[in-house]
């Protein structure tokens, strides 16, 4: 994992979300990393702050990539992109970068006191582990710290799900077809846990 | 407006989402017309068919803004990308290009047999006009026909709120931050809207 200053910004919830781009599956359901997109560095830590979300981690073994996370981080936190927008500084402040699962549940746990409670992302998570919205919602709202993943690609690999607490029901609508973007699925996720209502 | 043909994909809710970029506003408070986005289509393709909408609009004065969405939809309705990814070609056939509000208002009409609830989105928005997410979620499963205007850049300028018949309230969590990107907002929107609960 990366140095970076600890977080010391206020923020509402202990919630945490990581966007994992290794281990992930691939169309064919094959294990792979996917490559940062620059939006989804955006618009979800503009979702987290809005939600309030304590931090948000990008998860690359990645060198190359890490750097160019970083460098979107410079602009916007010290670059040009600080003056043009405070509002974006003050989202993209919510982001860490971590190499892996293991050094981002040490990051997690090192933030709280021990580990959050782990919950994974997916289109198609079904089971006994599946925990409704509203009882993590009110989880939440009684302090207790979690950290939601969502996969990049075409979703979470297997093995991650053996590393984590539980699931979170899919994000779908009426319809049989599913295929929302990470960025949507995320935005909906934060607004369903953390959303005014 | 351009010629398309009409949508003849059964589709669950009479809902459509139109996508402007003219008039909007800049970060001044400026009214501009605004760039399209890649990302928007499809994500907000992706976020409809999810949810059942009919109909995503794209709304831009702009030959060359309308050229780019076509020569997109070319490449995923009947390029290389149908093949590539079959379920990219089912959200993207909602899309449709309209010139204007104009434009946009009579090809809905047209749609429905008659204009339908046009309601806009924004992060700012109060009063008596604002209807709740629950009411119009309950109109729209009584089959009521919606169409929801979502503002690009800064988002919808103030001379479309005098052309619709009402507002949905703001997305926003707990904290005074609200700075969602428009294609969270869209999501969230959808999900509060059409939602399976």
Redesign the interface.
């Known amino acids: 994992m990366i140095d970076v200053p600890p977080v010391n910004r206020p923020s ?1 919830f202990k919630v945490a979300v990581a966007l994992v781009h290794y281990p992930v599956c691939n ?1 064919n359901r094959e294990t792979i990393g996917s490559a940062v997109t620059n ?1 989804d560095l ?2 979800l830590a ?2 987290g ?4 979300v304590d931090t948000l981690y990008i998860v690359t073994p990645y060198r190359d990539q890490q750097q160019l996370v970083q460098e979107i981080l410079d602009h916007w936190l010290t670059g040009h992109g600080a003056e043009y ?1 405070v ?2 500084k ?2 993209l402040s919510l982001v860490r970068i971590c190499d892996d699962l293991e050094g981002l549940y040490d990051a997690a746990a090192a933030r709280w006191g021990g580990r959050p409670t782990v919950l994974a992302t997916g289109a198609r998570l079904e089971g006994e582990r599946v925990r409704p919205y509203e009882t993590v919602r009110n989880e939440i709202f009684a302090g207790r710290p979690y950290l939601i993943l969502l996969g990049t690609g075409w979703g979470l690999a297997p093995e991650v799900m053996q590393t984590v607490d539980g699931f979170l029901p899919p ?5 049989e ?5 990470v ?6 996720v ?3 846990l ?3 209502r």
């Open positions: 509402a169309k939006l955006h618009d503009r979702a702050r809005t939600f309030g927008n509002d974006r003050e989202a994000v779908c609508g009426y319809m077809y599913n295929h929302l973007s960025r949507s699925a995320a935005s909906i934060l607004d369903r953390l959303g005014k």
